[in-house]
């Protein structure tokens, strides 16, 4: 009989490249990576990556292997949703998610399907929003693999589970290529986030524009994360280095392989 069902699978979704990481029942983790082209005309931004995953998993997925997938956060869509004692229950919620993000996105936003996390009581939460065919897409190419699909989730949402230990109160930047997030963090709870293109991948001119999230974000309602304290995670990215007594942690990312190259 075979023991791939042992074997633990993470695939990483990203626009320019997929990076598969396999953790056999015994023995060494190996990694496969695969490019991903630019979209067509009239393709969404998604297709392309998702062309490349479904063969990247048809050579490399073992079957019956669980897998785990990540999505980079350059297709998802977040929404902050802040503590009401009058909306509680996943029916509420999911309802202000839609808004929020309807109210961000207009029309786009109704292609998303919205997944919702679970906070401690009185505190914020977060919503996540990835195209409803990109995650079909991905479902099926599990299934046709017959791979045990384990867990669905965002970057953010996967390096916040990873760090969560050390992310009590300060900023967290996720770093990508062209790409960054940045969320603020008061008593491990979430109160601020941004997600958004970056508009340079120069170290010099990228710690300009995180410094000037860092100082909108940081006066920002419903209050202000204390201290100067700032922990990056980078894919592929020259740590950008601040200025201004800012206390910088650098990780490597912990999704998408980067932490064993």
């Given amino acids: 009989m075979s023991l791939s069902w042992l074997d633990r699978l993470t695939l990483f979704i990203h626009p320019q490249r997929i990076v598969l990481e396999r953790?056999?029942?015994r023995g060494a983790a190996t990694r496969?990576?695969?490019?991903?082209?630019?979209?067509?005309?009239?393709?969404?931004?998604?297709?392309?990556?998702?062309?490349?995953?479904?063969?990247?998993l048809k050579a490399e997925g073992k079957r019956g292997a669980a897998l785990r997938i990540v999505v980079a956060d350059h297709f998802v869509r977040y929404a902050l949703l802040p503590w009401s004692e009058n909306i509680s229950g996943n029916k509420a919620r999911l309802?202000?998610?839609?808004?929020?993000?309807?109210?961000?996105?207009?029309d786009k936003a109704e292609k998303l399907e919205i997944a919702l996390d679970h906070p401690a009581f009185a505190k914020?939460?977060?919503?996540?929003?990835?195209?409803r065919q990109l995650l079909a897409g991905l479902r099926a190419a599990a299934k046709a693999r017959r791979l045990r699909l384990t867990t669905l989730q965002p970057r953010l949402i996967a390096e916040l589970a990873a760090?969560?230990?050390q992310l009590v109160d300060?900023?967290?930047?996720c770093l990508d290529a062209e790409w960054l997030t940045l969320a603020g963090l008061c008593g491990g709870e979430l109160v601020s986030l941004r997600n958004h293109r970056a508009s340079t991948g120069d170290p010099a001119l990228l710690a300009g524009e995180l410094a000037g999230l860092l100082a909108a974000e940081s006066t920002a309602p419903p209050g202000a994360v204390a201290g100067k304290k700032l922990f990056i995670a980078s894919r592929q990215v020259a740590v950008p280095i601040l200025?201004?007594?800012?206390?910088?942690?650098?990780?490597?990312?912990a999704i998408g392989g980067d932490a064993h190259a």
Avoid at 32 to 56: F, I
Avoid at 124 to 131: E, R, S, T, V, Y
Wanted: aromatic share 10%; hydrophobic share 50%; glycine share 10%.
């Fill in 23 to 25: 953790q056999p029942w």
């Fill in 170 to 173: 300060g900023w967290f930047a």
């Fill in 124 to 131: 914020n939460g977060l919503a996540a929003g990835i195209d």
């Fill in 163 to 165: 760090r969560h230990r």
């Fill in 243 to 253: 200025a201004g007594g800012w206390e910088t942690t650098n990780w490597p990312a």
């Fill in 95 to 106: 309802a202000m998610a839609r808004a929020l993000l309807k109210n961000t996105l207009g």
């Fill in 32 to 56: 496969q990576s695969a490019d991903v082209a630019l979209p067509a005309s009239g393709e969404a931004d998604w297709q392309p990556a998702l062309a490349a995953a479904e063969a990247l």
